[in-house]
Every structure is written in structure tokens, then in C-alpha cells.
T-cell receptor, first 113, second 110 residues
Framework: SQTIHQWPATLVQPVGSPLSLECTVE??????LYWYRQAAGRGLQLLFY??????ISSEVPQNLSASRPQDRQFILSSKKLLLSDSGFYLC????????????FGPGTRLTVL | GNSVTQMEGPVTLSEEAFLTINCTYT??????LFWYVQYPGEGLQLLLK?????DKGSNKGFEATYRKETTSFHLEKGSVQVSDSAVYFC?????????FGQGTTLQVKP
């Protein structure tokens, strides 16, 4: 069966510090991968998605970037965090070439102080 | 563009009450429709889905029917439990991505 992992689970970082969040998927090959942000009391905002190694699409201009160095690894980064980067970050995957559901990881709670 | 609209929350119900959370969508073509549930501090879990008009998705006592004529996918449950307290998201598929509604918080009191 497939599983998706995210770490860390919780992170507190000062403004201006760098960020690296990691997401890995097990039990599937060539998945589509997604990064979402959920601000407090708000819905989900799609940040990035990837259909393959090295292929990243950005949905909104922002202070963040994403990379996919391996088939089942998706990384969210920032060189300098802003207060507005605080939120709950969710990684998700789905079977490529399908219109089916996405499966979500447990999330990372990021607080920027 | 495609979009999803959910009823505003929070929705507060007593245990064993009937639940309806409204969801309407705007889409070109025939998207798949989904309901996800998010428990406090956790990621989203797929609750149910429907892939074509008149399909009924169901799981754990929850149901939703894909209504093309009214562009709706309302979530229902006949008798809610305290453990159903969570945030519920309606979503549609759009070229490999999901478009989510804003979420509806459900609070069930004993």
C-alpha cells in the first residue's frame, strides 16, 4: 500500500531564516506531487505541483520554491522566511494520468516568529 | 475558471441530528467531485467521491450525489456523532489538480 510522509511535523523558525520541508511517498512510482498551504481558519492554497523529476509548476508567486530531486521526494524551501509564511503545509500525491483523488500527508505546522 | 462554493460554517449540531453541508461548483466539462475531512491537527482524508453525473458516493454513513442539473454535491449524514466533528472540504478535479471550497467546520455536541 502507499504511504506519504512529511517532516518535520512542527517547526518554529525566526523571520529571515531558511526553510526546508520534505515529503516522501512510498509504494508507488511516478506520482504527481503537490504542496498546499493552509493558513489559520482558511482553505487550501495550491503552491506547487510536479508531474516528474525536476518538473515544477508554481501556482502563485511567493517567497517559496519547490524541488523534486527524486521520483518520490518533494521538497519545499525558502531562503528567507516571512511572517506570512506561517501556516499548515500539506503534501499530497496522486496517480499520474488520472482524474482521481489526491492523498494527503499528515502536514507540517510552521510558525514564523 | 472552475470553482467550488461551500456553505459558511461553523455548523453546530447535537448528536444524532441530520447533517447537510451544501456544495456547489462551476466547471467546464465533467469533473470528478470529492469530499475530504480534516480532523484537528491532521492532514486531509478522502471521505467519498463521485466521478460522473448521478453517481452517489458514500462512506462511514456520509453520502453525496453528483447533481449535474443543479451543479451540486451536498454532503449528508442521517445521524451525526461527536467523532464527526471536523472540517469538511468539497473539491473538484481540474486538469490534474484539485480545486477546494473554503471548508465547513462541523461541531457535534453530546
Amino acid at each position: 500500500s502507499q504511504t506519504i510522509h512529511q517532516w518535520p511535523a512542527t517547526l518554529v523558525q525566526p523571520v529571515g531564516s531558511p526553510l526546508s520541508l520534505e515529503c516522501t511517498v512510498e509504494g508507488t512510482s511516478n506520482p504527481n506531487l503537490y504542496w498546499y498551504r493552509q493558513a489559520a481558519g482558511r482553505g487550501l492554497q495550491l503552491l506547487f505541483y510536479s508531474v516528474g523529476i525536476g518538473q515544477i509548476s508554481s501556482e502563485v508567486p511567493q517567497n517559496l520554491s519547490a524541488s523534486r530531486p527524486q521520483d518520490r521526494q518533494f521538497i519545499l524551501s525558502s531562503k528567507k522566511l516571512l511572517l506570512s509564511d506561517s501556516g499548515f503545509y500539506l503534501c499530497a500525491w496522486k496517480i499520474a494520468i488520472s482524474y482521481n483523488e489526491q492523498f494527503f500527508g499528515p502536514g507540517t505546522r510552521l510558525t514564523v516568529l | 475558471g472552475n470553482s467550488v462554493t461551500q456553505m459558511e460554517g461553523p455548523v453546530t449540531l447535537s448528536e444524532e441530528a441530520f447533517l447537510t453541508i451544501n456544495c456547489t461548483y462551476t466547471a467546464t466539462g465533467y469533473p470528478s467531485l470529492f469530499w475530504y475531512v480534516q480532523y484537528p491537527g491532521e492532514g486531509l482524508q478522502l471521505l467519498l467521491k463521485a466521478t460522473k453525473a448521478d453517481d452517489k458516493g458514500s462512506n462511514k454513513g456520509f453520502e453525496a450525489t453528483y447533481r449535474k442539473e443543479t451543479t451540486s454535491f451536498h454532503l449528508e449524514k442521517g445521524s451525526v456523532q461527536v467523532s464527526d466533528s471536523a472540517v469538511y472540504f468539497c473539491a473538484l478535479s481540474d486538469q490534474g489538480k484539485l480545486i477546494f471550497g473554503q471548508g465547513t467546520t462541523l461541531q457535534v455536541k453530546p
